[in-house]
C-alpha cells in the first residue's frame, strides 16, 4: 500500500472509482428501503390486519320443503340454492343483515338448446 500525503490531489480514476462506488452504495440502500417497505406493506405494517367479520343475520327464511344445495355471500347478500323434493332448484337472496328475502329466482337447465321456457312465461 502506498502513502498519499493529504496536500496532494488524488488521480482522476481513483476519484471516479470512489464516486462510482458511493452512488453504487445509495442506489443499494434505496433498493434495500423499498424492499422492506414493500414486505411491510403486504403483511401489513407488522402483523396482520384484522378485518370485520361481516354481520349475518341470525335467521333466514327458507323452506321447509327443500334442501340447501349450495350458499353464497355477496356485498350485502347472502345466496341459497335450494333444492325441492321435484329437483327443481330456486336461488334465494337474502339481505345479509337483516334476513330479509330480496329475491327469489327459478332455474331452468336445459341438456340441449333450445330450452322450453314457456312453463315460466307471464
Do not use: N
Not at 12 to 17: G, I, Q
Not at 37 to 66: D, N, Q, W, Y
Amino acid at each position: 500500500m502506498r502513502y498519499v500525503p493529504e496536500d496532494e490531489e488524488e488521480p482522476p480514476k481513483v476519484r471516479r472509482l470512489r464516486l462510482m462506488t458511493m452512488s453504487l452504495m445509495g442506489v443499494l440502500m434505496v433498493g434495500f428501503v423499498f424492499m422492506v417497505a414493500v414486505i411491510v406493506i403486504k403483511v401489513g405494517f407488522g402483523g396482520f390486519i384484522p378485518t370485520a367479520e361481516p354481520a349475518l343475520s341470525k335467521a333466514f327464511g327458507l323452506p321447509r320443503h327443500g334442501e340447501v344445495v349450495a350458499t353464497g355471500q355477496g356485498k350485502g347478500t347472502v345466496l341459497f340454492l335450494i333444492r325441492d323434493s321435484g329437483g327443481g332448484e330456486t336461488l334465494w337472496v337474502h339481505d345479509s343483515r337483516t334476513g330479509d328475502i330480496l329475491s327469489q329466482s327459478r332455474i331452468v337447465r336445459c341438456s340441449t338448446p333450445p330450452c322450453d321456457l314457456s312453463a315460466f312465461a307471464d
